[in-house]
């Protein structure tokens, strides 16, 4: 059976900026920086408390998986911002927010109370879409 | 957001946390902070604690621990690094740091500089087999 999860990706259009994002505004841990030759690098981060959980901010380029065409039509949706990434949580959203916020991050939705739970949405530096949920909101 | 109750609050203490993160190497007088934020210190502390987890002062301790792990990864030496995050005796620092890591400065640098340098010399180690082999990384430079 499975048992976790233990890394995921996040297509991301720009890595050094990507850094700078997760990193210095989300207050995320640089997990894994490894260079892989020919400018390609593995960048994992890990949210402050899940340290177990390798986010991967993976660029999107030609090579390995990615033609041409693909790096076309994934930077085009990424920039449009079709894709949301995941769902983070917090213990307080409003503080969050704030916090996020005067730092330069970019909201399409601000704290609201929703039937389901109180919530926002962000976005990264990419174009990628996150939802931000406070527990037992 | 506005219509949130008493959101002045939150930003006055979002504030005040954020001062913390961007003064931890200085000499941060906690009563100073909660006066910024136009509370008492009662007040203040009560607050920050219901919202962040910490009290100020555990905050500052926090956030100083943890810049003092990243500053030891890159590689600055143990005593200049308590002096870069504030602390003023680098014996305190070093209690603090076993104290909250479980390990001493010198041991966690000596962890990381070895993590780094299998990092670099062997990237591979780090990337799930999957990722490396559809991109190609699994020649014998990486």
């Keep these: ?137 | 957001m506005q219509q949130f109750e008493k959101i002045y609050l939150y930003r006055r203490i979002v504030k005040a946390k954020l001062f913390i993160d961007n003064h931890y190497a200085d000499d941060i007088d906690l009563d100073n902070v909660s006066g910024q934020a136009h509370f008492s210190k009662f007040h203040f502390i009560r607050l920050f604690k219901l919202i962040y987890g910490y009290t100020p002062n555990n905050y500052l301790v926090k956030t100083r621990i943890e810049k003092a792990k990243i500053l030891l990864g890159k590689g600055n030496p143990v005593l200049q690094t308590s002096i870069m995050v504030g602390f003023h005796s680098p014996t305190s620092f070093a209690g603090t740091f076993k104290k909250i890591t479980g390990v001493s400065p010198s041991a966690f640098q000596k962890e990381q500089l070895i993590k780094k340098t299998a990092m670099q010399a062997n990237p591979l180690r780090f990337v799930p087999n999957c990722f490396a082999a559809t991109h190609g990384w699994t020649e014998p430079q990486y």
């Design chain 1, 1 to 137: 059976m499975i048992t976790k999860m233990t890394h995921t990706c996040v297509y991301v259009l720009n890595q050094e900026s990507a850094y700078d994002f997760y990193v210095n505004k989300l207050g995320f841990n640089v997990h894994t920086d490894a260079p892989m030759g020919e400018g390609a690098r593995w960048l994992t981060v890990t949210p402050p408390e899940q340290p177990e959980l390798e986010i991967t901010l993976f660029l999107v380029a030609e090579g390995g998986m990615f033609d041409k065409e693909t790096v076309a039509a994934m930077t085009t949706l990424i920039k449009k911002g079709a894709f949301g990434a995941a769902v983070f949580t917090c213990n307080d959203l409003l503080a969050t927010y704030e916090e996020l916020v005067s730092k330069g991050v970019v909201f399409k939705k601000p704290p609201t109370k929703e039937f389901y739970g109180f919530e926002a949405l962000f976005m990264d530096d990419s174009g990628n879409w996150f939802s931000l949920a406070q527990i037992n909101g």
